[in-house]
């Protein structure tokens, strides 16, 4: 193959026939869609909808103008390669590369911030979607209290004009569109958070009040805020994912996104200024998202924190390799189908056993090789949602939890920043000094950690399951992670945690 050549406009349609391109009229596209926070997971997922809408000629009203909130490294690349991105999806047959050209714009706020409130204010924009992680909300997800006194929300209360928030960028932009008689934009929210749409409400709302009661109760009651369910998994774009792509396709793409042949939308069927044909490009409009969102976070992220940290104690770094290990692949199987199955609600048309199959699959896929280390990341953000909820759900039905807690252990265990080698592990969470502190503080002991009630709510109080994690993190203290692996999965084949 010829040297690969760099992604531009101007180079576009002299990419070799193996690549997708863009074959829509990119000038065409309307401005309505606004993603905040545009990182690898957004452009591997949400964008490539949007532009699959704009692909088959279905509509050309849902552009994307992109906004950034903390990075300027995606304002660089996309500038340099005319707002073009490639997607490398990699899954069982040949790999796939498509350009992506549904960005039209993309502006970075910390330098762009007055130009960012004009797109956000313009009537054009009808939708705006979000990926800015749990805490960028302000609010407590389980009691919906707004953080008042969060720094960035008292900044932004001073200064409304001059926001640095996402929530502040929404609320001065909604507050401009209500003095110019212009409807609010429907916000999505695609972040993996249980009820991401009444978190976003709580969210503006809460922060609205303390402006202007009369904004808030505009917003709250013009505005709508659909939760939706996202899932492909996207690891961090890697320099030999680059150069492979070079190598095998002739694209120089300075920040291509690698990611899985499977892809999942599930949006609640609300929108307040227009709704796009996402149905008709493979997302799925719904009355109720949770039973979904239960469904994913239960059994596909539960089992991502436990691979990650079980996997990353006995040595392995990719999840590939962590489904490899038939310890760790017995023990998956088992904590999906013994502790967390019999706890999620029917849901019609989804056959479980199939959709677990088809997790195992994509996390055994060894092209995507996602990093274990990726996936131990904010597990402070992580674990309640995912892990604690179902242990909390089995303590109430008196079922089986064994499983779940060795996953718990394992995180503990993980927290305090070296495996059974001794060698470090990435500790990257916003409570991490904390967690690490109290990880070694207790040793086998979990007491310490469980007292951080905003985490572990009452489990520090049950004498049952503190005995038990004591006993788990006893266990791999002993017998390291896959000796403890081996006597759970042993214990549980034997029937000696009662099933019912």
């Known amino acids: 193959m010829t040297a690969a050549m760099p992604l531009t406009l101007q180079t576009l349609r002299a990419l070799p026939e193996a690549v997708a391109i863009p074959t829509y009229d990119r000038a065409a596209l309307a401005p309505a869609v606004v993603h905040m926070s545009v990182g690898s997971f957004h452009r591997s997922h949400q964008a490539m909808y949007f532009d699959e809408i704009a ?71 009808r939708l705006v979607t979000l990926t800015v992680t749990g805490c960028a909300y302000k609010a407590d997800p ?37 003095r110019a008689g212009h409807p609010p934009f429907t916000v999505l929210s695609c972040d993996n958070i249980p009820g991401n749409g009444p978190l976003a409400r709580r969210a503006l709302v809460g922060f609205a009040e303390l402006r202007d009661p009369r904004l808030a109760r505009w917003i709250d009651a ?88 079980l996997g990353s104690l006995a040595g392995h770094r990719r999840l590939d390799e962590a489904m490899g290990d038939p310890l760790l692949h017995d023990y998956i199987a088992r904590l999906m189908d013994h502790e967390i199955t019999p706890l999620l609600p029917p849901l019609p048309g989804v056959d479980l056993d199939d959709y677990k199959s088809t997790l195992r699959e994509r996390f055994a896929n060894p092209k995507i090789a996602d990093q274990l280390a990726r996936l131990c990341r904010a597990g402070s953000a992580k674990m309640p949602t995912h892990v604690l909820s179902s242990i909390n759900e089995s303590r109430e039905a008196g079922r089986p939890h064994e499983l779940l807690t060795l996953a718990v252990a394992a995180w503990f265990r993980y927290l305090r920043g070296v495996d059974e080698q001794g060698r470090e592990l990435d500790l990257d969470d916003p409570r991490g000094d904390r967690l690490r502190t109290l990880a070694i503080l207790g040793g086998t002991d979990p ?24 006993d788990a993190l006893e266990l791999i203290e002993r017998r390291g992670a896959r000796g403890a692996l081996a006597v759970t999965i042993a214990a549980d084949a034997s029937g000696r945690y009662t099933r019912a």
């Open 55 to 125: 692909q088959r000629g279905i509509s050309t009203d849902w552009g994307i103008v992109g906004v950034g909130l903390r990075r300027r490294g995606m304002r660089e690349v996309l500038a340099a390669q005319d707002g073009l991105y490639t997607v490398l999806i990699r899954g069982a047959g040949p790999d796939l590369a498509r350009v992506v050209g549904v960005i039209g714009r993309y502006q970075y706020a910390p330098e762009s911030g007055e130009a960012v409130l004009a797109t956000l204010a313009d009537p054009r924009t």
């Open 142 to 178: 389980a009691t919906g209290v707004f953080a008042a006194g969060d720094p960035e929300v008292v900044a932004d209360l001073a200064d409304p004009r001059r926001p640095s928030s996402a929530i502040g960028y929404l609320v001065e932009a909604l507050d401009r569109r209500r």
């Open 222 to 309: 013009e505005g709508a805020f659909p939760s939706s369910m996202v899932d492909r998994i996207t690891p961090k774009t890697m320099a030999s994912d680059v150069e492979r792509l070079a190598r095998d396709f002739g694209i120089r793409d300075r920040w291509p996104v690698i990611t899985e042949a499977y892809t999942q939308w599930v949006i609640e069927d609300q929108f307040c200024n227009g709704r796009p044909p996402l149905d008709q490009v493979g997302a799925q409009f719904v009355t109720d998202v949770r039973p979904y969102a239960m469904m994913k976070t239960r059994l596909l992220n539960a089992s991502h924190c436990a691979l990650g940290y």
């Open 447 to 470: 007491r310490p950690l469980l007292a951080e009630r905003a985490l572990f709510g009452d489990l520090g109080d049950d004498p049952a399951f503190v005995g038990a994690l004591g």
